[in-house]
């Protein structure tokens, strides 16, 4: 499973390749967002809508009914632990130093003290002290940006939601290389330990993830409801904008 896996990641890394070329005689437009593909995109985002509808939002609702509250921030903690792994490497190879030192302390901080990362004493000395140690926000999309990679049209991807093509290889590259749920790290440098690269492990580990992370959105998905008038065209401005800021470095959230 992990073969076939490695597989379509590889193909979605070629493919990538492949449209980034295409795409870069246009990479921005001045007149409004640069989205050539919407017929499709808006076919994608119709069929992403009703699979969350029947699926995933459910789901998340009956995980935030029967987990409590305190629970649900370990796991949540759990989870933005191992994702500073992907901050930390990004940060690097932005040369974004200041980045990689927060991120390092809090990977170091928490994995420890906080005991695998469930809790964020990182976070804690953040806010009772001078010490930056707030969570940041890198990603290899992030990191083809800064080194001046356009974002290409606007993709709305299966499952996943609004991308772009730059995002959408930076996606894949995470993934595959990073990430330490779905490959990461620990395939790199530690692929002889079977039980940590076994599909039995990492299937439900992503899965916990995805459950956890779509809970933590519906708040914010009913406060969308009831502001857009077309949610296509809401979502792809909005994470336009937020990707601009975050390659810019110029959000509030690092």
């Not at 069929?47 to 939002?57: G, K, P, R, W, Y």
Request: hydrophobic share 45%; aromatic share 10%.
């Amino acid at each position: 499973m992990i073969n076939i896996i490695h597989s379509k990641v590889v193909a979605i890394l070629l493919t990538g390749l492949f449209l980034t070329g295409c795409a870069s005689t246009k990479l921005n437009n001045e007149d409004g967002p640069y989205d050539p593909l919407e017929p499709m995109n808006r076919a994608v985002f119709d069929f992403n809508e009703m699979v969350d509808n029947n699926v995933f939002e459910p789901v998340a609702k009956g995980y935030k009914k029967i987990m409590p509250d305190p629970l649900e921030l370990i796991v949540g903690n759990f989870f933005s632990n191992l994702n500073d792994v992907v901050v930390l490497t990004n940060s690097v190879l932005q040369l974004n130093y200041e980045s990689a030192l927060a991120s390092s302390a809090r990977l170091l901080i928490n994995t420890t003290f906080g005991i695998f990362g469930l809790i964020d004493i990182a976070s804690d000395i953040s806010a009772a002290s001078d010490v930056n140690l707030s969570k940041r926000n890198e990603d290899f999309g992030q990191t083809l940006g800064r080194y001046g990679v356009g974002s290409g049209p606007y993709v709305v991807l299966p499952f996943l939601g609004p991308s772009s093509v730059r995002d959408t290889f930076g996606i894949a590259v995470d993934s595959f290389f990073v990430d330490p749920v779905t490959q990461g790290v620990t395939g790199v440098f530690m692929h002889n330990v079977d039980y940590i690269n076994s599909a039995a492990l990492r299937f439900p580990v992503a899965t916990a993830r995805a459950v956890n992370t779509r809970a933590q959105l519906l708040d914010i998905e009913k406060t969308l409801e009831e502001a857009a008038l077309d949610k296509y065209e809401f979502m792809r401005d909005a994470y336009l904008q937020r990707r601009t800021s975050l390659v810019n470095n110029s959000s509030e959230e690092k």
